[in-house]
């Protein structure tokens, strides 16, 4: 599977972002998609997920209220919009994909659950 993600940019507090995360493969629906941030000097961290068939979704505490993952199977892509953006949101915003059957409830924050990965798509803040 090829992720490609984009929509990045330069915005100021306040505003918003749509970042997209297009997939090649026909059967996008079959895998759980997560979205990863990273900033300089800091790990990558998890910030939302969409499970495959039934939809849960999942945000992390310092995004939740703002951002919103959604996915629309028939373009095989998956979205996050971020809202009432924040200078601490500045970071290379990461998808991923995966389609294996998962053993724990907490997966999704794992980023070595996830075998596929983007190029990734900067996401500056600007105060």
């Known amino acids: 599977v090829q992720l490609q993600a984009s929509g990045g940019g330069l915005v100021q507090a306040g505003g918003s972002l749509r970042l997209s995360c297009a997939a090649s493969?026909?059967?996008?629906?079959?895998?759980?998609v997560g979205w990863f941030r990273q900033a300089p000097g800091k790990e990558r961290e998890f910030v939302a997920s969409?499970?495959?068939?039934?939809?849960?979704?999942h945000h992390a505490d310092s995004v939740r209220g703002r951002f919103t993952i959604s996915r629309d199977n028939a373009k095989n892509t998956v979205y996050l919009l971020m809202n009432r953006l924040k200078p601490e949101d500045t970071a290379v915003y990461y998808c991923a994909a995966d389609g294996r059957v998962k053993t724990y409830s907490t997966w999704y924050k794992n980023r070595n659950e996830y075998d596929y990965w983007g190029q990734g798509t900067q996401v500056t803040v600007s105060s």
């Open positions: 969409i499970s495959a068939s039934d939809n849960i979704i």
């Open positions: 493969e026909r059967t996008f629906s079959n895998y759980g």
